[in-house]
C-alpha cells in the first residue's frame, strides 16, 4: 500500500497537469488555426477586426479617425482611405469605408472582384484593388490565401443602402521601405496617391 499510493498521487497531478495544459492551449491558441484573415494575434498580419469580418462575412471597421483619401465613383459612391499601414511582417494593409451619401440604394459592380475566375468564384470581395508603386515601376496585386482566397474583405451584401457605410480591408505585398507614397486604384473611382505609414 506505501507503494502503489506514491504512483496514484503521482498519475492524478500528471493527469491534472495535462489537463490544464490542454485548457490552457486551447484558450490562447484556439483562434490561430482560422489564417489569413481573422486573429488580434496577427497570424496574417491582418488586424483582428478585418479578419473576423471577411470570415463571417460582415464588415470590416476601420480606424475613422485619419481620412488619407475621398475618392468620388459613380453614381454618387464615394471611398474614403482611413490608412495604409506598413506591417512587420512585409505587407501594407489598406483600410477605409465606401459611403452611400445619395437617396437610392448602389449595386456594387462585378468588376470590384478583379478578373480572376478563382477570385470572383470566392463571392463579393475588393480584389480588384491595387497599389502602384510609380518610383520603382511596379504594380501590388492584393495577396492571396494558400485556397487562393484574396485577403480582403469578402462576403458583403452586393448592395449598398442610402445612407450606409461599407468598411474594407486589404493586404498588399509591401512595397521597399523608401517608398512612402503610391497610386491606389480601383474600378469605377480615380487614381488617388497614399501615403504609406
Given amino acids: 500500500m506505501n507503494i502503489r499510493h506514491p504512483r496514484t498521487v503521482r498519475r492524478t497531478g500528471a493527469a491534472a497537469l495535462l489537463t490544464a495544459t490542454l485548457i490552457f492551449t486551447a484558450a490562447c491558441g484556439g483562434g490561430e488555426e482560422a489564417g489569413g484573415q481573422e486573429g488580434g494575434n496577427k497570424q496574417s498580419s491582418v488586424p483582428a477586426a478585418n479578419q473576423s469580418s471577411a470570415a463571417e462575412g460582415g464588415q470590416t471597421l476601420p480606424d475613422t479617425s485619419t481620412v488619407l483619401a475621398t475618392l468620388k465613383g459613380e453614381r454618387g459612391i464615394e471611398m474614403v482611405i482611413h490608412e495604409a499601414k506598413r506591417d512587420d511582417g512585409g505587407f501594407v494593409t489598406v483600410q477605409g469605408q465606401f459611403k452611400n451619401p445619395t437617396g437610392q440604394s448602389y449595386t456594387v459592380p462585378i468588376q470590384w472582384n478583379g478578373l480572376e475566375k478563382d477570385v470572383a468564384a ?33 462576403g458583403y451584401s452586393s448592395r449598398i443602402g442610402a445612407g450606409e457605410t461599407l468598411g474594407f480591408f486589404a493586404q498588399f505585398p509591401a512595397p521597399p521601405t523608401s517608398t512612402t507614397t503610391v497610386d491606389l486604384q480601383f474600378p469605377g473611382f480615380p487614381n488617388a496617391p497614399i501615403e504609406i505609414s
Fill in 122 to 154: 470566392q463571392g463579393n470581395s475588393v480584389a480588384a484593388m491595387t497599389l502602384v508603386d510609380s518610383k520603382e515601376k511596379k504594380r501590388y496585386y492584393v495577396l492571396r490565401d494558400t485556397d487562393n482566397r484574396p485577403l480582403t474583405t469578402t
